[in-house]
C-alpha cells in the first residue's frame, strides 16, 4: 500500500525542493495509491452491432460477390465482435457505379439548400443515437468510452451539422471563381478515430455535391457500417455514399479505380506514399493527412501544472492511436527536473484498462499488430540507451493493453525520437534556448502538429511562426474542430480538412 | 575604314545572384528561327540543378521573412524594368518566335502585365485564403498561409517568357524561391530574363534559372527532398516521372498541358498562389 497523501510529510519534503529548485511551490499530490479500489463504472448502452455486416453500396446492404467475411475483434477482450464483409475489386467497381450514377441522376443537380437538409439529417441522427454508437465504437477500437461519449461522437455530428450548412454557400467559398463538385471521391480512412474520420471525409465530400466511395479501417468497420444505417433512415438518395470494407488490397482497388476524380486518405506516410506512386501515371487529384512526429515545447515561464495536462493530454489521449499526437516533450532545462517529476505523479493517476468504463483513461491498443510494433520501438528505444519510465499501473489479464511509457535521456538519433510510435509513448528531450527548440522541434519529417507552452505572448506568436507544422496548439494540445483546417506540412501530406479551407478541397474552380 | 566586328555574349544561366557556366562545361547550341546558329547555352547537369535548389533554399529564409509590401514592391520593380527593356526582350523573343514581331511585343507587354497582376496580391492573398475561425470552444483559432520552400518549375515552350514568369511569380509572390528550368526548345528568353533579374531588386538566389535538357532534369526535380513543390508542363512519361519521384517525400505536383493558353486571364488568380502555401492553424485559448 503506497500512501504519500500526508500533510506533515509533505511540507517537509517541499523545504527540500525549494532547496533544490529555488522555485515551484510544491502542492501535496493526491495519490492514493491502492488505497481505495475504484469501482467498475460500465456504460451499459446497448451499441447494436450485427453479428455480421455485408457492403453498403447504392443504399442497400450486399453481400459482398466472393461471399468472404472477416472478423472484427474487440482488442480489450480479444473476442469477435462482428463478422465484415471483404469487398473485392469488383465490390469496389460496383459501388464506384452506384456512387457515379448518384452523381449524375440525383446529387450533382440538387440544389445546394436541398443537398444540406439531407446533411443535417446525417447530424441530427448521429446526435440521436449517440450513446450507442460511442459504446459501439469503445468496443470496435478500443479507446475510452468517455473519448467516444465525449469527444469521438459529439465531434463527428458537428462535422456534418458544419458542412451541411456550407451546402447553398459555395458561391463564398472561393472568391472570384466559380466552384463546382469534382465528383465521384474515393476516400481511405485509418483506425484510430473510425466514426470520426469517416465524418471528415463524407461531410464536406457530399455537402460540396461529390459522391463518395469510402473505406474504413480493416480492424475498425462496424460503426461506419451503423452509420450506412443511419443514411437509411436519413433516406440520403442510394448511392451518395457507398462503404466498402476490407484491408489493404481493397484499398488499393478504391485508390486506383479510373472513376475516382479524388482520392482523399488519411493513414500512415508509408502507405500515403505507395498511393501517390499509384496514381502518378493518372495523375488523380489527391489529398493526404499522414503521419507525426509532433513536438510539444514547454518553456521555463509556462503554468506548469497546465502544461502537465496538456502534455499527458497530448500523448496519452486515444492511446496515443493520434497522428497529431504530442509524442516529443522538448522542455527547457531549468525546469527539467521538477516537470518531469510532476509528469510521472500524473502518470501514476492514469487508470488502463475496460474501454467501457467510464473512469478508464487509455483503453485497449487497437490491434495485436498495433502492440507489437509498440513494443518493438520501445525495445529501440531501451536498447538505443533512453531511460524508461512505466507508472505501476494493472493491467487486465486479457485484450492488448500497454502502459503509458515516458523516455529520458533520449536523443535526436534515436528510433523513439525520429519513428511515428502511435502509442501512449513519450520521448522527452530537453533545451536552452528558444533557437534550440526550434530547431529541434523541425527537425523531422513530418510536420502536422506542434504545441508551444509559455506565458509570453511575442514568444508564442514567434514560436506559431517558426515551427513547421500544420496546426500550432498554444497553451493547449489536441483541440479539433469542423470550422478550423487540420493537415501538414512535408510528409505529413498536403490538402486540409475543415474549414473553408478543407472544402475548397474538395471543388472545382472554373 | 574597317568594319567593326559585334561582340557576342556568351549566354550563361543566372543561379544564386551569379552568371554561370555548366559545373560540366558542357553546352548546347540554340538556333533562330531560320536555321541560324546564335550561340551556345550551358547544358545543366543533375550537379548544377542541385546547387541552384541550394542557392534556392539559402535565400527562402529571408525573401519569405520580407514584408509582403516590400515583396510587392520588388515584384513591381522587376515589371518596371522588364518594361524599360522590352524592346531587348522583344528582339530575342522575335528571334526564336516563326511569329511576327507582334506577338513577341505582346508576349513582353502581357508579361509586364502578370509581374503587376501579382505584386499587387502580395500583401491582399492573406486576407483572401487565410480566416479566423468561429471554433466552438473558448480559443482564439485562426489560419494564415506560409511559403512551403523551394519550388521547382519546368517551363513551357510555346511562351518560354509568359509561361515562365507566370508559374514563377506566383510561387516567389508568397515567399517561396524557384528553381526553373526553362524551355529546352527556346532557352534563350530565359538567359535575358537572368540578365533582367540581376538589376532587379530581387534578392539573388530567389529565382533561380537553368537550361538544359529535360529528360536529363527531371527526375532531380522529382526526387530532390528540398524542392517542396512541382509546376512543370508536361505530358505522358514526363508528368507521370515526375508524380513518381514526387512520392518519394510527398511533395504536391501541378501538371500544364503544353497547348496552355498562358495569355488567359484564368492564368491570374489567388488560386495559383494557393498551389504552393502551406496553411497553418493556431490555436489559443481565451482566459485570464
Same mark, same amino acid.
Given at each position: 500500500?503506497?500512501?504519500?497523501?500526508?500533510?506533515?510529510?509533505?511540507?517537509? #519534503?517541499?523545504?527540500?525542493?525549494?532547496?533544490?529548485?529555488?522555485?515551484?511551490?510544491?502542492?501535496?499530490?493526491?495519490?492514493?495509491?491502492?488505497?481505495?479500489? $475504484?469501482?467498475?463504472?460500465?456504460?451499459?448502452?446497448?451499441?447494436?452491432?450485427?453479428?455480421?455486416?455485408?457492403?453498403? /453500396?447504392?443504399?442497400?446492404?450486399?453481400?459482398?460477390?466472393?461471399?468472404? $467475411?472477416?472478423? #472484427?475483434?474487440?482488442?480489450?477482450?480479444?473476442?469477435?465482435?462482428?463478422?465484415? +464483409?471483404?469487398? #473485392?475489386?469488383?465490390?469496389?467497381?460496383?459501388?464506384?457505379?452506384?456512387?457515379?450514377? +448518384? $452523381?449524375?441522376?440525383?446529387?450533382? #443537380?440538387?440544389?445546394?439548400?436541398?443537398?444540406?437538409?439531407?446533411?443535417?439529417?446525417?447530424?441530427?441522427?448521429?446526435?440521436?443515437?449517440?450513446?450507442?454508437?460511442?459504446?459501439?465504437?469503445?468496443?470496435?477500437?478500443?479507446?475510452?468510452?468517455?473519448?467516444?461519449?465525449?469527444?469521438?461522437?459529439?465531434? =463527428?455530428?458537428?462535422?456534418?451539422?458544419?458542412? +451541411?450548412?456550407?451546402?447553398?454557400?459555395?458561391? $463564398?467559398? *472561393?472568391?472570384?471563381?466559380?466552384?463546382?463538385?469534382?465528383?465521384?471521391?474515393?476516400?481511405?480512412?485509418?483506425?484510430?478515430?473510425?466514426?470520426?474520420?469517416? =465524418?471528415?471525409?463524407? +461531410?464536406?465530400?457530399?455537402? *460540396? @455535391?461529390?459522391?463518395?466511395?469510402?473505406?474504413?479501417?480493416?480492424?475498425?468497420?462496424?460503426?461506419?457500417?451503423?452509420?450506412?444505417?443511419?443514411?437509411?433512415?436519413?433516406?440520403?438518395?442510394?448511392?451518395?455514399?457507398? /462503404?466498402?470494407?476490407?484491408?489493404?488490397?481493397? @484499398?488499393?482497388?478504391?485508390?486506383?479505380?479510373?472513376?475516382?476524380?479524388?482520392?482523399?486518405?488519411?493513414?500512415?506516410?508509408?502507405?500515403?506514399k505507395l498511393i501517390m506512386r499509384q496514381l502518378a501515371e493518372r495523375g488523380t487529384r489527391m489529398t493526404m493527412e499522414l503521419g507525426g512526429k509532433a513536438a510539444n515545447v514547454v518553456f521555463e515561464d509556462s503554468p506548469i501544472d497546465q502544461a502537465v495536462e496538456g502534455v499527458v493530454h497530448g500523448i496519452f489521449f486515444n492511446q496515443g492511436h493520434v497522428c497529431c499526437a504530442g509524442s516529443r516533450l522538448l522542455v527547457q532545462e531549468s525546469i527539467a527536473e521538477p516537470f518531469i517529476r510532476k509528469l510521472r505523479e500524473r502518470m501514476e493517476t492514469l487508470r488502463v484498462g475496460n474501454p467501457l468504463d467510464k473512469n478508464t483513461d487509455i483503453g485497449a491498443i487497437n490491434s495485436r499488430e498495433q502492440l507489437d510494433r509498440i513494443c518493438e520501438l520501445v525495445e529501440s528505444g531501451v536498447t538505443e540507451g533512453a531511460k524508461l519510465y512505466q507508472p505501476s499501473c494493472p493491467l487486465p489479464s486479457r485484450g492488448y493493453f500497454f502502459r503509458p511509457t515516458l523516455f529520458t535521456e533520449v536523443t535526436q538519433s534515436h528510433r523513439i525520437a525520429r519513428e511515428e510510435i502511435f502509442g501512449p509513448v513519450l520521448s522527452i528531450l530537453t533545451f536552452r534556448t528558444m533557437d534550440e527548440a526550434i530547431e529541434k522541434a523541425n527537425n523531422t519529417m513530418y510536420g502536422l502538429s506542434a504545441g508551444v507552452w509559455t506565458d509570453k505572448g511575442s514568444r508564442i506568436l514567434r514560436m506559431a511562426a517558426e515551427l513547421k507544422a500544420g496546426v500550432v496548439w498554444a497553451n493547449t494540445f489536441n483541440k479539433f474542430d469542423p470550422a478550423s483546417p487540420f493537415g501538414g506540412y512535408k510528409e505529413s501530406g498536403f490538402g486540409r480538412e475543415g474549414g473553408r479551407q478543407g472544402l475548397l478541397d474538395y471543388v472545382d474552380l472554373s | 575604314m574597317s568594319e567593326r566586328i559585334p561582340v557576342i555574349k556568351t549566354p550563361k544561366v543566372y543561379v544564386g545572384g551569379a552568371f554561370i557556366r555548366s559545373e560540366s562545361g558542357r553546352t548546347f547550341p540554340v538556333y533562330d528561327s531560320g536555321g541560324q546558329f546564335i550561340a551556345n547555352v550551358p547544358q545543366c547537369t543533375r550537379k548544377d540543378l542541385r546547387n541552384a535548389v541550394e542557392a534556392a533554399a539559402k535565400a527562402g529564409p529571408a525573401w519569405s521573412g520580407r514584408t509582403p509590401y516590400n515583396r510587392g514592391q520588388i515584384i513591381y520593380r522587376l515589371a518596371e524594368m522588364l518594361e524599360a527593356r522590352a524592346d531587348e526582350m522583344t528582339g530575342v523573343l522575335r528571334q526564336f518566335a516563326p511569329a511576327w514581331t507582334s506577338a513577341a511585343e505582346q508576349e513582353v507587354a502581357e508579361t509586364v502585365d502578370r509581374l503587376v497582376h501579382y505584386a499587387g496580391w502580395a500583401d491582399k492573398y492573406e486576407q483572401v485564403l487565410g480566416s479566423a475561425n468561429a471554433v466552438a470552444a473558448p480559443f482564439f483559432n485562426f489560419t494564415l498561409t506560409e511559403p512551403i520552400g523551394v519550388v521547382g518549375i519546368v517551363a513551357s515552350d510555346s511562351a518560354p517568357l509568359l509561361g515562365l514568369i507566370t508559374q514563377a511569380v506566383a510561387a516567389i509572390v508568397s515567399g517561396?524561391?524557384? &528553381?526553373?528550368?526553362?524551355?529546352?526548345?527556346?532557352?534563350?528568353?530565359? !538567359?535575358?530574363?537572368?540578365?533582367?533579374?540581376?538589376?532587379?531588386?530581387?534578392?539573388?538566389? &530567389?529565382?533561380? !534559372?537553368?537550361?538544359?535538357?529535360?529528360?536529363?532534369?527531371?527526375?532531380?526535380?522529382?526526387?530532390?527532398?528540398? !524542392?517542396?513543390g512541382i509546376d512543370a508542363v508536361a505530358t505522358g512519361e514526363d508528368a507521370t516521372a515526375l508524380r513518381r519521384g514526387a512520392a518519394d517525400s510527398v511533395k504536391r505536383v501541378k501538371i500544364r498541358q503544353p497547348d496552355i493558353d498562358w495569355s488567359s486571364d484564368a492564368n491570374e488568380s489567388v488560386y495559383e498562389i494557393r498551389n504552393f502555401v502551406d496553411f497553418k492553424t493556431v490555436w489559443h485559448p481565451i482566459g485570464a
Open positions: 500500500m503506497t500512501v504519500t497523501f500526508d500533510p506533515s510529510e509533505k511540507d517537509s #519534503s517541499s523545504k527540500d525542493e525549494k532547496k533544490k529548485h529555488g522555485h515551484n511551490k510544491s502542492v501535496p499530490e493526491l495519490i492514493f495509491g491502492d488505497l481505495w479500489e $475504484y469501482d467498475p463504472a460500465p456504460e451499459t448502452a446497448d451499441p447494436r452491432i450485427r453479428a455480421r455486416y455485408d457492403l453498403f /453500396i447504392g443504399g442497400r446492404f450486399v453481400a459482398p460477390q466472393a461471399g468472404e $467475411y472477416f472478423a #472484427s475483434i474487440n482488442p480489450a477482450t480479444e473476442e469477435t465482435v462482428t463478422e465484415i +464483409a471483404l469487398a #473485392s475489386a469488383a465490390d469496389v467497381d460496383s459501388a464506384y457505379v452506384a456512387a457515379q450514377m +448518384a $452523381y449524375e441522376t440525383v446529387w450533382r #443537380s440538387m440544389p445546394g439548400r436541398e443537398r444540406g437538409k439531407y446533411v443535417y439529417r446525417i447530424a441530427r441522427l448521429l446526435q440521436d443515437r449517440a450513446r450507442e454508437f460511442a459504446v459501439a465504437e469503445s468496443i470496435d477500437g478500443g479507446k475510452p468510452i468517455k473519448e467516444s461519449r465525449d469527444f469521438d461522437v459529439p465531434m =463527428a455530428a458537428a462535422h456534418f451539422f458544419y458542412h +451541411a450548412g456550407w451546402a447553398d454557400k459555395l458561391a $463564398y467559398v *472561393a472568391p472570384g471563381r466559380t466552384v463546382e463538385p469534382i465528383g465521384v471521391v474515393g476516400q481511405v480512412i485509418p483506425w484510430n478515430f473510425p466514426l470520426l474520420m469517416l =465524418a471528415w471525409k463524407i +461531410a464536406p465530400a457530399i455537402a *460540396a @455535391g461529390n459522391c463518395v466511395v469510402i473505406k474504413p479501417a480493416e480492424t475498425t468497420s462496424a460503426t461506419a457500417m451503423k452509420f450506412a444505417e443511419l443514411l437509411q433512415e436519413a433516406e440520403l438518395p442510394d448511392g451518395v455514399v457507398n /462503404i466498402v470494407t476490407g484491408g489493404g488490397e481493397t @484499398g488499393a482497388a478504391l485508390t486506383g479505380h479510373p472513376a475516382a476524380r479524388k482520392i482523399a486518405f488519411t493513414g500512415s506516410t508509408e502507405v500515403g | 517561396n524561391t524557384v &528553381v526553373a528550368l526553362a524551355s529546352e526548345s527556346t532557352p534563350y528568353p530565359a !538567359i535575358t530574363l537572368g540578365e533582367m533579374l540581376a538589376t532587379s531588386d530581387l534578392p539573388a538566389g &530567389v529565382m533561380n !534559372i537553368v537550361t538544359g535538357y529535360r529528360k536529363e532534369l527531371t527526375p532531380t526535380f522529382a526526387t530532390h527532398t528540398h !524542392i517542396r
